[in-house]
């Protein structure tokens, strides 16, 4: 028992290290489909994994508002005789050429700053946007994330499966197996909705839809904070943003045979998937904006972070239960009690998301 619980302490010590780890080198490449000396380049980079390892933001010479910032990019190096592809821009520092580029990459990028893309935003033309090849015009803000996966923590129907859990574990084998139950159910939950956000960007991505999906998405989100409101105001009343009436009988008979962590895990993979209706609005918005980026690695990190703040209500509630001898009853009626306001801190942070989601898009 001791080994589990220090396996789930390191964990909740690991992941924000993860999450906030310093952010990869970038680069733009100025490039053209057509350009022999571009496919030259770019099959080097392929080679050595290093659009992986690196930022490495792709311009389209062939669009105009690229060959125009690209022309001012030689202008302001110096060079006055046209601008050439394929162009590296290294935090400020031009490199043309594919044997120059291919010589240089390594040591100019490991010893950069990282400030290549605001140096080339900096000669935009004001009110023209430069689309980036697999690249969305802005990253999804940490904020933005942060609201959202709070959106989702404050979900009702999440901590009244949690609540229940520890009420039935506690009843079964005292107060030490439930802390331990209580962990492991809130891993299971944050493993399962880590695969499944995983699974659906990764389809999002190969189908190539997240540029329609993201403005699909904001408006969900508006259509979910009208929902919650509707629960603010009219609790009960036509629907409700939990999970559905007829599903729960199922759902507290599987919660009820959880008698001691391992059985907790289990049941945490199962009751997920009950979850999915009342708290999956949030996440689908998230992995749209996500998915207009197509960075596996960094998104695996921005997910692990909106899991864990999913999760941290559960973590706490176990939490208190153990050190503060909290009964469930009274937590439940806590969590009864406040319904609709944990409903309209929902609606609220919904409603800014759907707003960020259209307004990026427009």
Not at 55 to 64: A, G, T, W
Not at 146 to 151: D, G, I, R, T, V
Not at 316 to 342: C, G, P, Q, S, V
Request: proline share 4%; net charge positive; charged share 15%.
């Amino acid at each position: 028992m001791k080994k589990i619980f220090f396996l789930l302490l390191l964990l909740v010590l690991l992941v924000p290290n993860n999450v906030f780890a310093q952010e990869k080198k970038s680069a733009v490449l100025f490039y053209a489909d057509w350009c022999p000396h571009c496919q030259k380049v770019e099959a080097y980079l392929k080679a050595q994994g290093f659009f992986e390892k690196y930022d490495i933001q792709q311009l389209n010479f062939d669009e105009s508002q690229n060959k125009e910032l690209l022309g001012k990019i030689f202008a302001a190096q110096g060079k006055t005789d046209g601008a050439g592809i394929p162009a590296l821009i290294v935090d400020d520092q031009l490199i043309a050429g594919d044997q120059s580029i291919i010589e240089q990459f390594v040591g100019v990028i490991e010893n950069s700053k990282g400030t290549a893309k605001q140096y080339v935003a900096s000669f935009e033309t004001v009110g023209t946007e430069v689309p980036a090849k697999g690249a969305s015009k802005t990253e999804i803000p940490i904020s933005v994330l942060l609201l959202a996966a709070l959106a989702d923590a404050a979900n009702p129907c999440a901590l009244a499966v949690l609540i229940l859990l520890l009420a039935t574990v506690i009843s079964a084998k005292g107060k030490n197996y439930a802390l331990l139950s209580g962990f492991m159910f809130s891993l299971a939950i944050f493993l399962s909705y880590l695969l499944m956000g995983f699974g659906a960007y990764k389809a999002i991505t190969v189908f190539n839809i997240a540029k329609y999906l993201s403005l699909g998405a904001g408006i969900l989100a508006i259509l979910i904070a009208l929902a919650n409101f509707k629960d603010v105001f009219w609790y009960g009343k036509f629907f409700i943003m939990e999970v559905p009436l007829t599903w729960r009988p199922k759902m507290q008979e599987i919660i009820r045979k959880a008698t001691g962590p391992w059985s907790a895990f289990g049941v945490g993979f199962v009751v997920s998937l009950f979850l999915v209706p009342c708290a999956s609005g949030p996440y689908v918005s998230i992995l749209a904006k996500l998915a207009e980026k197509v960075d596996p690695a960094k998104t695996v990190s921005l997910l692990m972070f909106y899991n864990l703040v999913f999760v941290s209500p559960m973590i706490l509630i176990t939490l208190a239960m153990y050190f503060f001898n909290i009964k469930m009853k009274k937590l439940e009626a806590i969590r009864k009690d406040n319904l609709r306001l944990l409903h309209a801190v929902t609606g609220i942070i919904m409603l800014l998301l759907g707003i960020y989601l259209i307004y990026s898009r427009v």
